[in-house]
């Protein structure tokens, strides 16, 4: 099995407005790339990020903390390396 060499960073809120400051603190924290933002319903947002490791964790800590102070924080994960299958079933 192949693994990715970026890790992913993920947050999910109640709220869209969370979920943009969740971004925004990731996106200002640390040097990470926003790869995705997914809406299933019922005003759950699900933004991820990919990045070195560290620069991962220090993201989703800060998206996390914003999203908590302004909204409802669902869910919070680091996977350090992705299996290169579930990258490809998620970003191709």
């Keep these: 099995m192949e693994f990715v060499e970026q890790a992913l960073g993920m947050i999910e809120t109640k709220g869209f407005i969370a979920a943009v ?13 926003l790869v995705m933002e997914e809406r299933p319903g019922d005003a759950i947002v699900t933004v991820m990020v990919k ?18 102070r302004m909204g409802e924080l669902l869910a919070v994960h680091a996977i350090a390396r992705l299996s290169s299958e579930a990258d490809d079933a998620l970003f191709s």
């Design 21 to 33: 400051e969740a971004c925004d603190a990731m996106l200002k924290t640390a040097n990470v790339t």
């Design 51 to 68: 990045g070195g490791i560290g620069e991962v964790k220090a993201a989703v800590e800060a998206g996390a903390d914003r999203a908590r």
